[in-house]
Nanobody, 120 residues
Framework: QVQLVESGGGLVQAGGSLRLSCAAS????????LGWFRQAPGREREFVAS????????YYTDSVKGRFTISRDNAKNTVYLQMNSLKPEDTAVYYC?????????????WGQGTQVTVSS
């Protein structure tokens, strides 16, 4: 089992920055892909960004391209989401998730979430 713990959320004004961290523990594999998702009240959970643990191959949803950067520190088993130029519409609970980088695999491991609130 993989355990994921997010941290770094908080309250920030529009235009500000936050860095989220996701620490992974338990049984992990070099082929795992870790992703960030977010969910606002009354809305569906949406994909934000993802990265392979073994290869620097990152993907982003269009709304955050140029503002958010996902990175990883394999030695620490930690994935980060650097969020710059934050907008009120970025307000959501942000979740870290993990899956094996295999065709047909799903995000079976999830953290508890961390709240990000962007004021206008």
């Amino acid at each position: 089992q993989v355990q994921l713990v997010e941290s770094g959320g908080g309250l920030v004004q529009a235009g500000g920055s936050l860095r989220l961290s996701c620490a992974a523990s338990g049984r992990t594999f070099s082929s795992y892909r870790l992703g960030w998702f977010r969910q606002a009240p009354g809305r569906e959970r949406e994909f934000v960004a993802s990265i392979r643990l073994s290869i620097d191959t990152a993907y982003y949803t269009d709304s955050v391209k140029g503002r958010f950067t996902i990175s990883r520190d394999n030695a620490k088993n930690t994935v980060y989401l650097q969020m710059n130029s934050l907008k009120p519409e970025d307000t959501a609970v942000y979740y870290c998730a993990a899956k094996e980088a295999l065709a047909g695999s799903t995000y079976d491991y999830w953290g508890q979430g961390t709240q990000v609130t962007v004021s206008s």
